[in-house]
Nanobody, 114 residues
Framework: QVQVVESGGGLVQAGGSLTLSCTGS????????GGWYRQAPGKQRELVAL??????DYADSVKGRFTISRDSAKNTVYLQMNNLKPEDTAVYYC?????????WGQGTQVTVSS
């Protein structure tokens, strides 16, 4: 079992930046899947960004603003969020896995004020 802990959420003004971190309790060297999802009140959880061996992908709504990356030595996946908009407000969840989403974190709140 892998424990996943997110951090870095908070309150920011529109146009600002935040970096979310997601750390797994054991080496993510073999955990090739890393993803960030988000869920806003009254909406379904949606994929924001994912990183697998050598590839990244993003939701259209965040392309050009968000960047996902990983540091295997630190067992950590990051989500750099720039030019944040009020519609980015949500609980952000990290998920890790060998090839598919398997181990979820508890979520971290991101609130963007206008």
């Amino acid at each position: 079992q892998v424990q996943v802990v997110e951090s870095g959420g908070g309150l920011v003004q529109a146009g600002g930046s935040l970096t979310l971190s997601c750390t797994g309790s054991r080496s993510i060297f073999r955990l090739n899947y890393g993803g960030w999802y988000r869920q806003a009140p009254g909406k379904q959880r949606e994929l924001v960004a994912l990183i697998t061996s050598g590839t990244t992908d993003y939701a259209d709504s965040v392309k050009g603003r968000f960047t996902i990356s990983r540091d295997s030595a630190k067992n950590t996946v990051y989500l750099q969020m720039n030019n944040l908009k009020p519609e980015d407000t949500a609980v952000y969840y990290c998920v890790l896995g060998i090839a598919t989403p398997s181990y979820w974190g508890q979520g971290t709140q991101v609130t963007v004020s206008s």
